[in-house]
């Protein structure tokens, strides 16, 4: 018989989940309370930089890594897969990192040895950026990125070519604890039914289950970006000291971003406005000249160590979690989703998924 299942929340973590299912021959339903691959303000998965890397994955554990590592290597492949299935392309571009000083060199060149991530030590001046801070750079030239809006577009395509009922503007209550769940209501009092639900609700997702047994230690944190389009572009990805530039195709450029701890706040403000500018021109000193064309924010869903939960809820039966992915649910989505629909099926998923079980 098909399984049923419905997800709560449409960003990419739900989107991806569902992709999977789907392939498993699944019935799913995504319940989304705006709507899917909408640009609406505070959700994490459109307002990312798409960065397909975790910026200095030395600096977190092997299970952060496991999932980013096996993330990005599935997403060559995969943006291929959806534009020819879709004919929307997400901008999935090897336009590599260069790493400015500050930063421990013989840790990050020994952590790209151990990983095979292939590196060159390089002068930054030689890639055409100002450094302030020195000269000895790092250069990977195997780092891609994604563009968050158009990859979500097609993500949503795809799923609607593969029949995902998306109901969209329709919030989920609070969950009450029970052994297993029949129904779930929604805030209209409608009540949707399953075999299997799973939580993708971002930042919102302990809200949703603080009233189960499930103490999920997630909480929003937003990160704010700009959006210029110099007269000449970066041809690579810079971070320094925190701060990433990343330079689209079409010569638009991000500056970003922050990491604030403001609760449920979406909105932008003046002072990292001013903050994000002040170090975009540091590196790009012709930037002081041009416009910011856009300005926006996204809530993450903000985890102790980056440490995402995948799993099974530890007491309703048919409950599952893939939530709380921090600063790199692009990159992990296409990992943790086979993890937890593995997880849903019985299976040992490929990675061990110990180390990301739920709190209680
Ligand atoms: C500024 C910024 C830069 C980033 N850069 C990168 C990067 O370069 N690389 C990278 O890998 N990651 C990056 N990230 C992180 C990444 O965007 C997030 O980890 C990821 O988007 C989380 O996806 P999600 O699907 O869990 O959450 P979301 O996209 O927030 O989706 C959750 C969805 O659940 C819905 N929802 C919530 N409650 C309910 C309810 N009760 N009923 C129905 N629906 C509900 C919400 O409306 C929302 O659409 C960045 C994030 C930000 C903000």
Same mark, same amino acid.
């Given at each position: 018989?098909?399984?049923?299942?419905?997800?709560?929340?449409?960003?990419?973590?739900?989107?991806?989940?569902?992709?999977?299912?789907?392939?498993?021959?699944?019935?799913?339903?995504?319940?989304?309370?705006?709507?899917?691959?909408?640009?609406?303000?505070?959700?994490?998965?459109?307002?990312?930089?798409?960065?397909?890397?975790?910026?200095?994955?030395?600096?977190? $554990?092997?299970?952060?890594?496991?999932? &980013? +590592?096996?993330?990005? #290597?599935?997403?060559?492949?995969?943006? /291929?897969? %959806?534009?020819?299935?879709?004919?929307?392309?997400?901008?999935?571009?090897?336009?590599?990192?260069?790493?400015?000083?500050?930063?421990?060199?013989?840790?990050?060149?020994?952590?790209?040895?151990?990983?095979?991530?292939?590196?060159?030590?390089?002068?930054?001046?030689?890639?055409?950026?100002?450094?302030?801070?020195?000269?000895?750079?790092?250069?990977?030239?195997?780092?891609?990125?994604?563009?968050?809006?158009?990859?979500?577009?097609?993500?949503?395509?795809?799923?609607?070519?593969?029949?995902?009922?998306?109901?969209?503007?329709?919030?989920?209550?609070?969950?009450?604890?029970?052994?297993?769940?029949?129904?779930?209501?929604?805030?209209?009092?409608?009540?949707?039914?399953?075999?299997?639900?799973?939580?993708?609700?971002?930042?919102? $997702?302990?809200?949703?289950?603080?009233? &189960? +047994?499930?103490?999920? #230690?997630?909480?929003?944190?937003?990160? /704010?970006? %700009?959006?210029?389009?110099?007269?000449?572009?970066?041809?690579?990805?810079?971070?320094?000291?925190?701060?990433?530039?990343?330079?689209?195709?079409?010569?638009?450029?991000?500056?970003?971003?922050?990491?604030?701890?403001?609760?449920?706040?979406?909105?932008?403000?003046?002072?990292?406005?001013?903050?994000?500018?002040?170090?975009?021109?540091?590196?790009?000193?012709?930037?002081?000249?041009?416009?910011?064309?856009?300005?926006?924010?996204?809530?993450?869903?903000?985890?102790?160590?980056?440490?995402?939960?995948?799993?099974?809820?530890?007491?309703?039966?048919?409950?599952?979690?893939?939530?709380?992915?921090?600063?790199?649910?692009?990159?992990?989505?296409?990992?943790?989703?086979?993890?937890?629909?593995?997880?849903?099926?019985?299976?040992?998923?490929?990675?061990?998924?110990?180390?990301?079980?739920?709190?209680?």
């Amino acid at each position: 018989m098909t399984k049923k299942v419905v997800i709560v929340g449409g960003g990419i973590v739900g989107c991806m989940t569902a992709m999977e299912l789907v392939q498993r021959g699944c019935s799913v339903t995504i319940v989304e309370r705006n709507q899917i691959a909408s640009q609406t303000s505070g959700e994490s998965s459109w307002a990312g930089g798409g960065i397909i890397f975790p910026l200095l994955p030395w600096l977190y $554990s092997e299970h952060v890594n496991a999932l &980013t +590592s096996s993330g990005a #290597n599935i997403y060559r492949e995969l943006s /291929q897969r %959806l534009q020819s299935e879709t004919g929307v392309d997400s901008d999935f571009d090897q336009s590599g990192f260069l790493l400015l000083p500050n930063f421990d060199a013989e840790v990050a060149q020994a952590w790209c040895a151990r990983n095979q991530l292939p590196m060159q030590a390089v002068k930054a001046s030689a890639f055409g950026v100002q450094s302030l801070s020195g000269e000895d750079a790092l250069w990977l030239p195997t780092v891609c990125q994604i563009r968050p809006p158009y990859f979500m577009q097609a993500m949503r395509k795809w799923l609607e070519k593969n029949n995902v009922t998306m109901l969209e503007h329709t919030e989920l209550m609070p969950l009450k604890q029970t052994p297993t769940l029949t129904g779930w209501q929604t805030v209209n009092g409608e009540t949707l039914t399953a075999d299997q639900f799973v939580v993708t609700s971002g930042a919102w $997702s302990f809200e949703l289950l603080k009233e &189960t +047994s499930a103490k999920l #230690n997630v909480k929003p944190m937003r990160g /704010q970006i %700009l959006l210029y389009k110099p007269l000449k572009n970066l041809d690579q990805m810079v971070y320094r000291e925190g701060f990433y530039m990343i330079p689209r195709r079409d010569g638009y450029l991000l500056a970003g971003s922050t990491l604030e701890d403001v609760g449920f706040e979406a909105a932008v403000t003046q002072a990292v406005r001013d903050e994000l500018s002040a170090k975009a021109e540091a590196i790009m000193p012709e930037l002081k000249n041009q416009p910011i064309i856009k300005h926006w924010s996204g809530l993450r869903p903000g985890t102790p160590e980056n440490l995402p939960i995948i799993s099974a809820h530890p007491s309703i039966e048919n409950l599952y979690l893939n939530t709380g992915h921090f600063r790199y649910g692009l990159t992990m989505a296409p990992a943790s989703a086979q993890m937890v629909v593995a997880l849903m099926f019985g299976e040992t998923p490929p990675i061990d998924s110990m180390p990301y079980a739920c709190p209680v």
